[in-house]
């Protein structure tokens, strides 16, 4: 028979996201400054000791208090000791390339999902000491005060951000369209290194829209709780409800989602 699971205080499933992630930040610090060992996956997108390390300390600490929970990480994948409807979804080290290369712009990002849907989630930034938080239907905080999606109405007076996957020179399906298109529309693009901090900027209301196409759970799960509940909107190209699961994001102050949504499905000459 299946161990039943009393709901723990969202406020108490926070509080262990937030220790470990800036537990873990500190340990991505201290790598960064006394050196790091790197290795290939491909030949852009690479893997540090300091991304492991800091994927088995987030571990570690949230299973020192929930013992029974699951956990997907981006290196380790799924880990699952038993039944639970919680799950732990893990990116130790969200902007690697940024940090191998020593551009101090990389997170430490940490969402929960519980009975299949996002619930919280935590995002630190060790080298500015930022901490972006939510709880569903409670708001989203920077450094414990509310932040709230922008107030930009139009395309045309919008600063968006965007990322490139790793498999770029092998797939068509790159962005690059879509970027050129984005380009001759919106005031102004940037491309960050860090899906995770995007999500957290639309949120404060720094950028007012993301898109990327070839994510990974661990990418959107903690930011997509944030941008939810900042107020911002988060579909897929085709306008339904996001899934951290599909590939395809795109999050918005909400005022101008319908012209991306426009742009993105609009066909290449």
């Known amino acids: 028979m ?21 537990e873990a930040g500190a340990l991505l610090v201290k790598y960064a400054g006394a050196g790091f060992h790197i290795e290939y996956k491909n030949p852009i997108n690479l893997v540090t000791d300091a991304d492991r390390a800091a994927e088995q300390c987030v571990i570690e600490r949230i299973r020192a208090h929930f013992p029974t929970h699951r956990f997907l990480a981006e290196e380790q994948g799924r880990i699952e000791k038993a039944q639970s409807p919680y799950l732990w979804i893990i990116d130790p080290l969200d902007g690697t390339t940024n940090f191998a290369h020593g551009y101090p712009t990389y997170y430490v990002s940490i969402g929960l999902e519980y009975e299949g849907h996002c619930v919280l989630g935590a995002v630190f930034d060790p080298t500015r000491n930022d901490l972006f938080t939510a709880i569903e239907h409670r708001g989203a905080q920077l450094n414990g005060r509310p932040i709230h999606v922008s107030n930009t109405m139009t395309l045309g007076g919008s600063l968006l951000v965007t990322g490139f996957a790793y498999d770029i020179r092998e797939t068509p399906r790159n962005n690059l369209d879509h970027f050129s298109h984005f380009a001759l529309r919106a005031q102004g693009l940037r491309r960050t290194g860090s899906a995770a901090l995007d999500l957290c ?39 339904k409800d996001l899934s951290i699961y599909g590939q395809e994001l795109v999050a918005s102050n909400g005022q101008i989602h319908d012209a991306m949504l426009a742009v993105l499905n609009q066909e290449s000459p």
């Open 201 to 239: 900027y639309v949120a404060a209301g720094r950028f007012d829209g993301f898109w990327e196409v070839r994510l990974n759970p661990w990418d959107m799960a903690a930011g997509s709780v944030i941008v939810r509940e900042a107020g911002g909107r988060l579909t897929d190209f085709s306008g």
């Open 2 to 22: 299946p161990i039943p699971h009393e709901p723990i205080s969202r406020d108490t499933l926070l509080e262990a996201a937030v220790a470990a992630s800036q």
